[in-house]
């Protein structure tokens, strides 16, 4: 009787219906009553088999790659000074969670993990350089830490929680601050390492961003990579829903540091909230949905801080009218650091395209948009760091030139092209701005242009004031108050 018990519930495991994995980002950890805020959120899903993936503490990341960067400048005591006020915002934040022997035992693993983080920085300063590899090595320093200070504030809130080790769970190739997984390998070791702690009822916590190659060196997911990287366990147990909680309260229908009046866009389409992604918009990291979509998970983002409200939830379908939004634009989003490169050759041919591709590719400089036309082809990629590299190799085929501080400005909305009068209005409301290119997506969901990058907030809030527009006050005729229209 037990053992058939123990096989439905393996089995019930394995098709994952009952596993939800909640993302935590940095803000969302970033001081002890954020951090009481998740221990609350976790408890609220306890049923639910909870896998806890946590990004570093707010700011941590960056300071590491500060830190690293004054090493390897020789700037080895400033660096030291750096990593010495993370080690001790960590421990104090220990000290305010966690008591008696499991403060001991935490403080021993946070000063272990923090003397291999100073011998890094020697290693960076006697090398004078930090390069992709050691750069991953150092900044994923943030989610150990902060994995440990988080699986043992759960565990002191008597919640069983057990610390599993992502960087040896989820394997990648070896493109270093930018890396992918190798699927087989990582849903095998993830299913090995957290089914078994959820069968025995325990909550699995993890750190976001960080992986390893199959030799067991250090990569990571690209920065923003925790959400990746729980779209990935996801992904792994067949999960019955994935949990981005942030400190907005959901996808919005632009940046709200950018827009005051953004909305929040209830439902999206995993393929829409995909191209926000990809177009910039910070709230998701932008490969964090395909595993999602994949496996047909729905992926919800929600506020850390007002836990209450419903968020966005992402799914296969969602029709325009659950959005409430009365208009085919969902959302406006921009990209900055933008570089626009031309690439000009006697012979533009599908062979001069794929050899160009394979340099960019090559160089692992991400091409956002391509289009050709007689003697040239037009690219905008993500950095203009490898184009120096690339216009060298490409010498004796092709010229290639560039200008950087380009936004891309792009609007998203399901069949947004088969709107006529979208492009048109939106290149109105910019047309004083020297606009250079417009796209047309090859998708039917965006329509993005290219401004300078000083244009881009006025150029965001100009389209979100006329896609998106205030409610207007309108007069009650009975004189008493006054009402306000609805939008769209
Ligand atoms: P976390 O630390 O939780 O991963 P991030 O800072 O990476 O959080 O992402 C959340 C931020 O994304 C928000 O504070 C917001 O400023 C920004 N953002 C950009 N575009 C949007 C959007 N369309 N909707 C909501 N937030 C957005
Ligand atoms: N800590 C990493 C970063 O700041 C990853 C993340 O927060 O998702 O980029
Ligand atoms: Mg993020």
């Not at 309108?474 to 008493?480: C, L």
Request: proline share 3%; with cysteine; hydrophobic share 45%.
């Amino acid at each position: 009787m037990n053992g058939h018990k123990e096989l439905e519930r393996q089995s019930r495991f394995e098709r994952g219906d009952d596993v939800v994995v909640m993302k935590f980002g940095g803000t969302s950890v970033e001081d002890a009553a954020a951090i009481r805020r998740v221990i609350g959120i976790v408890q609220s899903r306890l049923k639910a088999h909870p896998v806890v993936v946590v990004s570093a503490l707010a700011r941590v990341t960056d300071q590491l790659l500060e830190a690293g960067t004054a090493a390897a400048n020789g700037h080895l005591g400033a660096a030291l000074a750096m990593v010495r006020d993370i080690y001790v915002r960590h421990e104090q934040l220990a000290d305010s969670l966690v008591d008696g022997s499991a403060y001991s035992a935490l403080d021993d693993e946070l000063r272990g993990d923090f003397r291999a983080l100073e011998s890094l920085l020697l290693d960076l300063e006697a090398s004078r350089q930090l390069n992709a590899k050691s750069r991953d090595h150092l900044l994923g320093f943030g989610e150990c830490f902060s994995s440990r200070l988080i699986n043992e504030a759960l565990c002191q809130a008597g919640i069983h929680a057990v610390h599993v080790d992502a960087g040896a769970c989820i394997v990648t190739d070896a493109r270093h601050g930018q890396a992918s997984p190798v699927w087989d390998v990582t849903e095998q070791r993830l299913q090995e390492a957290v089914s078994p702690l959820l069968q025995s009822g325990a909550v699995a916590v993890l750190g976001g961003f960080i992986a390893s190659t199959g030799d067991g060196v250090p990569t990571t997911l690209g920065r923003g990579g925790s959400d990746f990287t729980a779209a990935i366990v996801g992904a792994a147990l067949c999960a019955a829903r994935i949990e981005i909680w942030t400190d907005v309260d959901g996808i919005m229908t632009a940046d709200p540091k950018l827009c005051s009046d953004a909305r929040v866009i209830r439902k999206m389409s995993f393929d829409e909230a995909a191209e926000l992604a990809h177009f910039g918009a910070k709230v998701l990291h932008p490969a964090t949905l395909a595993p999602a979509m994949r496996e047909n998970i729905p992926v919800f983002v929600l506020n850390s801080r007002r836990p209450e409200r419903e968020g966005t939830e992402i799914m296969a379908r969602a029709s325009r009218a659950k959005t409430k939004i009365g208009n085919a634009v969902s959302a406006i989003t921009a990209k900055r650091n933008v570089a626009a490169v031309d690439v000009q050759s006697a012979r533009v041919n599908s062979e001069l395209l794929h050899t160009v591709y394979a340099v960019f590719d090559r160089h692992a400089c991400v091409v956002d948009v391509m289009a050709t036309s007689l003697g040239s082809i037009s690219l905008l990629v993500d950095s203009a760091s490898a184009l120096p590299a690339i216009a060298a190799e490409l010498r004796g085929v092709a010229e290639v030139r560039w200008e950087n501080h380009k936004a891309l400005v792009c609007l998203v909305g399901e069949n947004i092209r088969r709107q006529p009068d979208v492009a048109s209005r939106a290149f109105a409301a910019v047309s004083d701005m020297d606009v250079r290119v417009v796209c047309q997506g090859a998708s039917d969901r965006t329509i993005s242009f290219l401004v300078e990058e000083s244009k881009v907030e006025e150029s965001v809030r100009r389209l979100h004031g006329i896609f998106f527009p205030q409610p207007q006050p309108v007069r009650d005729w009975g004189g008493i108050s006054s009402a306000y229209c609805q939008a769209g």
